[in-house]
C-alpha cells in the first residue's frame, strides 16, 4: 500500500514538474530516497520521533493550542495561549511527524495526526479562511489580530505567517501518506488568498514571511500557477508601504520586516533574522521557477552581506535580542549574542536553495557550519529541552538577564521546538542532489541512497565516522555501467576557509591537496566550484576513498570584530569547541590559550552520547579577592563540540580564547 502511494505522489509531482517551465537547475535527492546508519544522526532523529514530537503534541494540548481549535469551530471561548501565531506549533508538528511517518510507518501516530487534522478542519471558516486567534469570538478578537481580517497583517497578527506553515505542513503530510485531508484544507485556504489579494485586490506585505515558501509548496505539489504568482506578489509588496526612513528605530522604517526597500533593490541581511531567512528563501524559490534576476542579484548581494559581516564563527545569526534581528555590519557581540534557533533552522533552508540554485559549494559550507554548530545545539541530548536563543560566552561575572543559561522545556513563544521537531527528519534530504549526468554529495553521513541518473537506477553507500573522523569511503553500485560525473564536496575547511569569507579565518594556513582514490588507485580529479569532479564509466561497486584532514585550527576573527580581538576559537572538522565549566574546574572564563597550545583529540563514548574532546596545555587566571591578588597558572583544558554544551547543568561557557592576559 505504501509504495502504491509512493508512485501516486511522485506521479503527481512529475505532473506539476511538466507544468513548469523551469526549476532549479539542481534538484535534490528526497530524504525518502535515503536511509541513514550513521549513529550521529540516526540517534538525534529517532529521539525527535519518539521524545521530541510526542512531547510537542503533549505540549500543545497542556498550553490550550489544540483547545483553541475547538473553540474556534464553536465560536464561542477565549483564546488561551499568548501569541496568534500560536496556531502554527500544531502545524509544524504535524510536518515533523508526517516527515517522521514517511521513513517510519506508525499507525496511532498517524491516527493521532488525523484526529488533529480533522480539528483544525473544523475551525476553518465557511471560506477558507482560518485563525483562531479571531474565530473564536470574530467581534472581539485579540488586540494583535486587529479589528478585521488582514488589517494588521503588515505588522504582527501573523495570519499569512500561520498560513504559509499550515501549507507546508499539509504538504508534507499529503507527501508522506498520500492522504488529501490536510491539503483540502490548505488549498481551501489559498484559494481564499488568491481571491483576496492581488494587483487588483488587497496589497500587503507579509509582516512575518513564510507565506511565500507555503504557496511555492503547493504550487508544486498542484500545478496551479496562482498559487506561485501570489508568491511573488507578496514578495513585490515589500518597499511600497510609507516609513519613516529619517528613523533609526528598525520598527519604525521598516527594517525589522525586510520592508523598507524593494526587494531588488535590498543589498543586506536585515531585520528579525528568522523573517529575513523565510524572505530570502521564498525568494530564491520564485527566482528559480520564474527566471526573475532581479531577485538573484538582490540574493546574491544580501547573501555576502550576511556571510562576510553578519555570521558567528559557529554559523549562528541574528546577533540582536532587541527585534531577534540582525545588527549593523561587523555587530557580533558575545555577551549578549541572540542567535535565534529558528534563524539557524531558515539559514539552513536558504543556503540549500542557494546551491540549487548556483552549484557552488560555499552554500553547503555554511550549511554545515550551521547544521552542526548553531542549529542542533538547539536541542539538548535529551530530544526534550532546547535553547530559544544561542549563546555564545556565559560567564558568572556577567549575568545578563535575557541570556540563556539553561535549557528549558518549552517557551510561552515555542517556535523554536516544534521548528526542530520539523526540521529534523528531513536532514537526510540535503545530502545529495544531482543535475543530469552531475550526482553531488553534499554531507557525509553513513547510509544508503537510491536515485535515478537519465532513467537508470544508482545506489550510493556511505561508510565514515563523520564528524568524528575525516575517512569517507563511498560505493558506487549502479544497475548497469553509467557515465556519471560524481561531485564530491571537498569542505573549504579543508581549504583554509574557517567560512566562505574573511570574516574568520585560520591562524596558520594548512590547505592541502585531498588524495582520492577509485578502487585503491589515487585519481587525477577537477576541483570545479568546491567539488572533486570525477568523470568515468562507473561499474558495479566501483568505490571511492579519501581522507579529509582533521587538524585542530585555531580560528582568529576579522579585525573589525572587535570582541574577538586577540582571541582565538578552536575547529575541528565541521565543529566548532567551546570550554564549559563542568570540565574546566567550574569555569570557563578564566582560560588563556598560548599560541604555542597544542591540542590533542580524543574520542570519549560515554560522554555526551560520544563526542571528541579536545585537550591542551594552558593557562588560567586566578583571582583572590581576598587577598586581592591575581595569578596565572597552568592547567589541562577540556573543549567540547560547541552544540553539545549545557546538557550536564548551569555553569560558565565560552566560545572565544584570549591568547594572553591584557586586562583583569
Known amino acids: 500500500m505504501l509504495k502504491k ?10 505532473l506539476a514538474a511538466d507544468a513548469q517551465k523551469q526549476d532549479y537547475p539542481i534538484q535534490p535527492v528526497p530524504f525518502t530516497s ?24 503533549k505540549r500543545c494540548d497542556s498550553t490550550g493550542r489544540i483547545k483553541n481549535f475547538i473553540m474556534a469551530a464553536e465560536h464561542k471561548g477565549k483564546f488561551c495561549t499568548v501569541y496568534p501565531f500560536d496556531d502554527t506549533d500544531i502545524y509544524k508538528t504535524i510536518e515533523g511527524a508526517s516527515y517522521s511517518l514517511a521513513v517510519h510507518p506508525d499507525p496511532k501516530l498517524s491516527a493521532y495526526i488525523d484526529s488533529l487534522i480533522a480539528i483544525v478542519g473544523r475551525a476553518q471558516e465557511p471560506d477558507g479562511y482560518l485563525y483562531t486567534a479571531r474565530s473564536i469570538n470574530p467581534a472581539h478578537p485579540i488586540s494583535a489580530a486587529g479589528p478585521e481580517r488582514w488589517v494588521n497583517e503588515g505588522k504582527m497578527s501573523h495570519e499569512l505567517y500561520n498560513c504559509g506553515h499550515m501549507f507546508e505542513a499539509a504538504a508534507a503530510h499529503y507527501m508522506a501518506t498520500g492522504k488529501r485531508n490536510f491539503l483540502n484544507i490548505a488549498l481551501k485556504n489559498a484559494d481564499l488568498l488568491v481571491r483576496t489579494f492581488g494587483p487588483d485586490k488587497k496589497h500587503v506585505a507579509p509582516g512575518h514571511e513564510i507565506v511565500e515558501m507555503g504557496l511555492v509548496r503547493l504550487y508544486r505539489i498542484t500545478g496551479k500557477t496562482d498559487y506561485l504568482t501570489l508568491a ?17 528605530n528598525p520598527y519604525e522604517n521598516g527594517v525589522y520586516f525586510q520592508d523598507n526597500e524593494p526587494v531588488v533593490d535590498q543589498d543586506e541581511a536585515e531585520g528579525h533574522a528568522v523573517r529575513a531567512m523565510y524572505l530570502y528563501s521564498g525568494m530564491t524559490d520564485v527566482a528559480a521557477l520564474t527566471g526573475d534576476t532581479a531577485y538573484v542579484k538582490a540574493i546574491d548581494k544580501i547573501w555576502n552581506n550576511m556571510v562576510t559581516k553578519k555570521m558567528y564563527v559557529q554559523g549562528s545569526i541574528g546577533a540582536v535580542g532587541d527585534g531577534e ?5 561587523y555587530e557580533l557581540p558575545n555577551a549578549t549574542a541572540y542567535n535565534e534557533t529558528c534563524a539557524a533552522i ?28 548553531g542549529l542542533i545545539s538547539g536541542v539538548g541530548l535529551d530530544g526534550n529541552t532546547f535553547f530559544y536563543t544561542n549563546a555564545m560566552q556565559v560567564s558568572d561575572s556577567f549575568n545578563y538577564p535575557d541570556l540563556e543559561r539553561s535549557r528549558s522545556g518549552w517557551f510561552v513563544c515555542s517556535c523554536c521546538p516544534t521548528n526542530v521537531a520539523r526540521f529534523l527528519p528531513s536532514i537526510p534530504g540535503y545530502m545529495y542532489a544531482q543535475n543530469g549526468n552531475d550526482v553531488y554529495i553534499n554531507l557525509f553521513i553513513s547510509g544508503t541512497a537510491n536515485l535515478k541518473v537519465n532513467n537508470k537506477i544508482l545506489k550510493i553507500t556511505q561508510q565514515n565516522n563523520y564528524p568524528w573522523d575525516g575517512g569517507l569511503a563511498f560505493t558506487i553500485d549502479p544497475a548497469a555501467a553509467m557515465e556519471m560525473n560524481l561531485k564530491i564536496r571537498i569542505p573549504g575547511w579543508t581549504q583554509n576557509q574557517a567560512i566562505p569569507s574573511t570574516l574568520y579565518s585560520y591562524e596558520q594556513s594548512s590547505a592541502q591537496k585531498i588524495e582520492i582514490k577509485v578502487n585503491g588507485k589515487a585519481v587525477d580529479y577537477q576541483l570545479k566550484n568546491g567539488y572533486a569532479v570525477i568523470s568515468k564509466k562507473w561499474k558495479k561497486n566501483d ?61 570519549q563514548p560515554d560522554l555526551l552520547n560520544g563526542v571528541t574532546v579536545l585537550k591542551g596545555d594552558v593557562k588560567s587566571v586566578d583571582v583572590n579577592e581576598s587577598a586581592q591578588t591575581i595569578s596565572t597558572t597552568n592547567k589541562t583544558m577540556t573543549a567540547i563540540p560547541y552544540y553539545s554544551w549545557a546538557n550536564r547543568g548551569k555553569g560558565e561557557m565560552t566560545v572565544w580564547f584570549p591568547e594572553q592576559v591584557k586586562y583583569i
Open 34 to 57: 535515503v536511509k541513514l546508519t550513521d549513529h550521529f544522526w540516526t540517534s538525534r532523529i529517532e529521539t525527535n520521533r519518539t521524545v521530541t514530537i510526542p512531547a510537542s503534541f
Open 325 to 329: 534581528r540582525f545588527g549593523d555590519n
Open 232 to 248: 511573488k506578489f507578496f514578495i513585490d509588496q515589500r518597499g511600497i508601504k510609507q516609513y519613516d526612513k529619517r528613523s533609526k
Open 5 to 14: 502511494l509512493s508512485l501516486m505522489v511522485i506521479t503527481c509531482c512529475w
Open 543 to 603: 568505490k571511492v576513498e579519501l581522507t579529509l584532514p582533521m587538524d585542530v585550527q585555531r580560528v582568529v576573527a576579522n579585525a573589525s570584530l572587535t570582541d574577538d580581538s586577540g582571541k582565538i576559537s578552536l575547529q575541528r572538522g565541521p565543529l566548532m569547541y567551546c570550554a564549559e565549566w563542568k570540565d574546566n574546574d567550574g569555569k570557563a572564563s578564566n582560560i588563556i590559550v598560548p599560541k604555542n597550545t597544542v591540542f590533542t583529540a580524543t574520542y
Open 346 to 373: 531558515g539559514s539552513v533552508f536558504w543556503n540549500q536553495r542557494m546551491f540549487l540554485l548556483h552549484g557552488d559549494s560555499k552554500y553547503i559550507d555554511v550549511m554545515e557550519k550551521t547544521l552542526y554548530n
